[in-house]
């Protein structure tokens, strides 16, 4: 695979794919549509920034491909990270309200906060290798959070990047229902595939 990206500024990525990551945002969000086909399309949309990363002309062809193919196996995965997410989100907001901002409560809606990203981060090489490689969910779970702690420097980059973008967009909704739209999931997977393509290709699709 092309690894020029890796030489590649990740602002000059973005302007290069600006048009075909504004259209895979849109078709993300048609596939997303049916709710339990979130998954599918989330893996997709990896697969497809994979696609643009290596500069390749297929994106789009590679999102159907990998949506057609992960249907049924990416929905175990979806549902188990969404869950959990919602669980630690639910557990930071209610700590947090009743903490006043001082005593054990708000260490414990930091301590969520921690989970969610650390969650996250295992979510951006989960969702990564379910889009390039065949594992089960057990073996995808287990090596997602390998890799979280594994390579740290890659969780505070581009984890940190995507993590940061994607908070931003939902703050402010309503009003970033325009940027949602065209850049708001694209941009924040484009930026975690950028940061776990590497590692995935280095560790798990050359060993596989």
């Known amino acids: 695979m092309d690894g020029q990206y890796l ?73 188990l990270f969404a869950l959990s997410l919602a669980v630690l989100i639910y557990g930071c907001l209610f700590y947090y309200n009743i903490s006043g901002g001082k005593g054990m409560a708000i260490a414990a809606a930091i301590f969520c906060l921690v989970c969610v990203y650390i969650l996250y981060c295992a979510g951006i090489y989960a969702f990564a290798m379910l889009a390039r490689v065949e594992l089960k969910t057990a073996s995808l779970l287990r090596n997602a959070f390998i890799l979280t702690f594994r390579n740290t420097s890659v969780v505070k980059a581009w984890g940190a990047a995507s993590f940061a973008l994607f908070t931003l967009f939902a703050a402010f909704f309503p009003y970033s229902t325009p940027v949602l739209c065209l850049l708001g999931f694209s941009l924040p997977c484009f930026a975690a595939s950028r940061g776990a393509l590497p590692v995935i290709d280095d560790l798990i699709v050359r060993s596989d």
Do not use: M
């Not at 709710?35 to 997709?44: K, N």
């Not at 643009?52 to 549902?79: C, D, H, M, T, V």
């Open 7 to 79: 030489h590649t500024g990740f602002l000059r990525l973005c302007w290069d794919n600006l048009l075909r990551l504004i259209a895979l945002n849109l078709l993300f969000l048609v596939c997303c549509l049916p709710v339990l086909t979130i998954p599918a399309a989330f893996t997709a949309l990896n697969r497809a920034c994979q696609s643009l990363l290596y500069g390749e002309n297929s994106a789009f062809r590679q999102f159907f491909r990998s949506l057609k193919a992960n249907i049924i196996s990416a929905l175990p995965l979806g549902l």
